[in-house]
Antibody, heavy 116, light 111 residues
Framework: QVQLQESGPGLVKPSETLSLTCTVSGGSISSYYWSWIRQPAGKGLEWIGH???????NYNPSLKSRVTMSVDTSKNQFSLKLSSVTAADTAVYYC??????????WGQGTLVTVSS | QSALTQPASVSGSPGQSITISCTGTSSDVGSYNLVSWYQQHPGKAPKLMIYEGSKRPSGVSNRFSGSKSGNTASLTISGLQAEDEADYYCCSYAGSSTYVVFGGGTKLTVL
């Protein structure tokens, strides 16, 4: 059974860069797309972007200028960096496996708060 | 404002059936048979319930079914049970520039 686990700081200062890592266990990270999705408290889901294990990426156009994703197949991990964060970036961040338009495995989510 | 439109809330009694709609455009729902539905209980991660419009992952009850007509997809839950009370989100592939769009979510209350 594939399992995903997000990790990273729970508190980030405004204007700084949010960095999260997702570790995949129970299966290989290779030959799949891997996504980041976020959810502000009490609100809906927002797709941030995805990365293929070759390193190719697609990002949400509304966040594209601030997002960078990377993958480390040797560690079965992929990562998210979101720059110049503001309070509007406070949310639960999920990592998920992305297949043909759907997300079949999800991490438990990690809350990231942007505050000084 | 979400790209896909869902009703904010629906409700039904145990044993009844309910349908949640998800309206998009000809650039997303209407062009691709790649709509998925997710169930989310409070404090939990979303769970895939339907993919590619009408397919159920292994382990998902056959009380859940999906369909599409034009630019609108629908999730039907039959034989409502208390455990079905949750938020439900639709999602669609939206082409190679936008890629993924979600609905705003629907809160299902089992009366």
């Amino acid at each position: 059974q594939v399992q995903l686990q997000e990790s990273g700081p729970g508190l980030v200062k405004p204007s700084e860069t949010l960095s999260l890592t997702c570790t995949v266990s129970g299966g290989s990270i290779s030959s799949y797309y891997w996504s980041w999705i976020r959810q502000p408290a009490g609100k809906g889901l927002e797709w941030i972007g995805h990365i293929y294990t070759s390193g190719s990426t697609n990002y949400n156009p509304s966040l594209k200028s601030r997002v960078t994703m990377s993958v480390d197949t040797s560690k079965n991990q992929f990562s998210l960096k979101l720059s110049s964060v503001t309070a509007a970036d406070t949310a639960v961040y999920y990592c998920a496996r992305h297949q043909l338009g759907h997300f079949d495995y999800w991490g438990q989510g990690t809350l990231v708060t942007v505050s000084s | 404002q979400s790209a896909l439109t869902q009703p904010a809330s629906v409700s039904g009694s145990p044993g009844q059936s309910i349908t949640i709609s998800c309206t998009g455009t000809s650039s997303d729902v209407g062009s691709y048979n790649l709509v998925s539905w997710y169930q989310q209980h409070p404090g939990k991660a979303p769970k895939l319930m339907i993919y590619e419009g009408s397919k159920r992952p292994s382990g998902v009850s056959n009380r859940f079914s999906g369909s599409k007509s034009g630019n609108t997809a629908s999730l039907t839950i039959s034989g409502l049970q208390a455990e079905d009370e949750a938020d439900y989100y639709c999602c669609s592939y939206a082409g190679s520039s936008t890629y993924v769009v979600f609905g705003g979510g629907t809160k299902l209350t089992v009366l």
